[in-house]
């Protein structure tokens, strides 16, 4: 079985729904994504071990 290890950044968008401008909207929906992630769970949905690797700043975010 192939085992892989992703280096990378995750991604958050933050949307309105629908076709809402950001200040219209009350709501936000998160979405994740990053090519490293959607490598990593692509390789996964495959069934190939897969890990992700990434690292938050030590200040507030």
């Known amino acids: 079985m192939l ?9 958050l968008r933050l949307s309105p729904p629908g076709y809402e401008r ?3 909207s009350p ?6 994504g990053g090519g490293e992630a959607n490598v990593a769970v692509s390789l996964a949905q495959f069934g190939c071990e ?11 975010v």
């Not at 085992?3 to 991604?11: A, D, H, L, N, S």
């Not at 709501?27 to 994740?32: K, R, S």
């Not at 897969?50 to 507030?60: C, D, E, G, I, M």
């Open 27 to 32: 709501v936000l929906q998160a979405t994740f």
């Open 22 to 24: 950001f200040f219209q």
């Open 3 to 11: 085992k892989t290890v992703c280096f990378g950044e995750i991604m």
């Open 50 to 60: 897969s890990h992700y690797v990434t690292r938050l700043p030590a200040n507030p």
